[in-house]
């Protein structure tokens, strides 16, 4: 893109948003319910009747189709947060949507509470006989980098003290209150994958989202909108099916899988002409506490080996440098399943740059990064928003 050419989203705003109730348990919902709830949530928000929708995206999209007798509609199918978000962007972008719906919801998947989340349990035959549950497949990324640059179990244990209290301070989390939390109260939780003890890890619960984009000139009828300045994706192959491994690296010029999402930041910020010190806010996608400390590094927020040290330096809290998963995350927001998780990362910021949240505002923020994804997935994705039309 030169100095002269358009943005490619300049005509494309965020104009409504909406999480729906989330809980441990939603008696009563399934997914595609709670993400039709989402959806008529987000289009109030943004002010927007149902019967202008000409475009709706996730996984239950023919399901809503249906339901809000939006046919004939573009459908698009995504599972992804962030990817589908850009996917939604470009139907409108090339003129084949005005008003898209981006809905997930998850709800009666995870039933057996005995046992880990479905997710977390993949049962291909490369990892099932070894035990790589997706605590240790992310577990084996945080080993390798303590190994390296002497990263700490009480580094990792200031990441989920901060973003668990986050949560607790959250009167819309699913465990509003149960705080605060201190890095000695994550490290007296049981172990489950060496390094992750119990709260370095995400939780399980239920509830749906959904965003609405629109043509930039319907922007701000409701709301204050939100831009897309930026995003872009890596990934190193299909999670979940081989063994993530730090140093893998199919092309000789590029980087690790360790450092997925590096590529993605670098595309992010050229696209938006920005750099990560003009980041004000970091919903940070946190499956596990080192999780954030890698995409710290890998965003170019710090050094490598620096992550640790900038955690325990107290920048990631709400008074912070950069302020990091203001809502709680996955760790104490609410982990509804594999798709709703990841839109309420682009949720979060959005209500960041309104000045809307409920808790943990950061006062004047401009702009927000989001990412989805991680290491031990080896897919990461990276989008940038701005209270500024690009």
């Not at 995206?57 to 046919?71: C, H, M, Y």
């Not at 640790?308 to 920048?315: E, L, Y």
């Amino acid at each position: 893109m030169t100095a002269t050419s358009p943005h490619p989203f300049r005509g494309v705003a965020i104009a409504g948003v909406c999480n729906t109730e989330q809980a441990r348990v939603l008696p009563g919902h399934d997914s595609a319910s709670i993400a039709l709830v989402g959806a008529l949530g987000a289009l109030a928000d943004a002010g927007i009747s149902p019967g202008e929708v000409d475009g709706v995206v996730g996984t239950d999209s023919a399901q809503i189709v249906l339901q809000l007798g939006l046919g004939p509609c573009t459908r698009r199918p995504s599972s992804l947060g962030i990817p589908a978000l850009l996917d939604a962007a470009a139907l409108i972008t090339t003129g084949q949507c005005n008003v898209v719906v981006i809905a997930a919801g998850g709800a009666g998947v995870h039933a057996d509470r005995s046992s880990t989340a479905p997710w977390t349990r993949p049962t291909n035959e490369l990892v099932v006989g070894y035990g790589l549950f997706t605590a240790a497949e992310f577990a084996l990324m945080a080993r390798r980098h303590m190994l390296t640059y002497g990263t700490t179990p009480e580094q990792m244990a200031a990441v989920a003290a901060v973003i668990r209290t986050n949560g607790h301070l959250n009167p819309d989390a699913v465990y509003t209150g149960r705080g605060p939390f201190s890095p000695a109260d994550i490290l007296a939780s049981r172990m489950i994958a060496d390094p992750f003890h119990l709260l370095d890890c995400a939780t399980t619960s239920e509830g749906g989202c959904a965003i609405v984009l629109t043509k930039a000139e319907r922007a701000g009828e409701r709301a204050p909108p939100a831009w897309i300045l930026g995003g872009a994706s890596d990934s190193f192959g299909p999670a979940y099916v081989v063994a993530p491994v730090w140093d893998f690296q199919p092309r000789s010029d590029s980087i690790p899988a360790g450092l997925v999402g590096a590529r993605a930041a670098r595309i992010a910020f050229g696209m938006a002409g920005i750099a990560p010190t003009d980041v004000d806010v970091a919903e940070l996608y946190d499956p596990f506490s080192f999780e954030i400390i890698r995409q710290l590094e890998a965003f170019g927020f710090c050094g490598p080996g620096e992550g640790g040290a900038f955690v325990a330096d107290g920048n990631i809290r709400p008074e912070g440098m950069l302020p990091v998963t203001t809502d709680g995350g996955t760790m104490s927001f609410s982990h509804p399943g594999i798709n709703a998780q990841q839109l309420q990362r682009v949720i979060r910021a959005t209500e960041q740059l309104r000045g809307t949240c409920s808790s943990n505002q950061i006062e004047g923020a401009e702009v927000a990064l989001c990412s989805n994804g991680g290491s031990g997935a080896l897919f990461c994705d990276v989008l940038l928003l701005g209270r500024e039309r690009p």
